[in-house]
């Protein structure tokens, strides 16, 4: 007879129950879990991962561009036409607003958006052509300096952006 293990976060050992018959009592067998080698490297990167989500953001959300991408030019390749569309409108919009809106703090807050109305044109214009014509090679390296130059710039970025409370004589300067 065997008692299963037992289950969820804090699982116990495994006990077997052994009758060795004879009229002599019962022994209680009780294995300790042991997990394999690669099942604890498994989830130190797990955790590893998990505890620096935040910081490999661009390089998940790569993937799921990626990927939804090459789903889309499987199941639907006409898909493509709507961020092929946002991706001319998005700058043609941000012309007009930096350059003919008529308060000029609005023209100044939206020429400041360059780099990431930029971005997010390429992102949508890779994601259309690779719907379109399917992750190949060349929109696969693209996808790759693409998201390798998102990552960099997002590290780049948190590092210069303090993340910490401030020092108490930091406070009192200003």
Known sequence: MSIPAQR??????AAHLLDLGDG????????PHRRSLASRLALAAARE??????AWAPLWAGVGLFVAAAVLSLVLPGAALAPAVAALLMPAGWVSIAYRHPRWSVRRTARTQLPSIAAAAGVLAWSAAATWFGPGRVMTLLWLIGTIAAQVAWSYRRRKTPTGPLAADQTAQN
């Open 24 to 31: 002599t009592a019962p022994v209680v067998l009780v294995v």
């Open 49 to 54: 991962l998990w505890e620096r989500r935040f």
């Open 8 to 13: 969820g976060r804090r699982s116990g050992p």
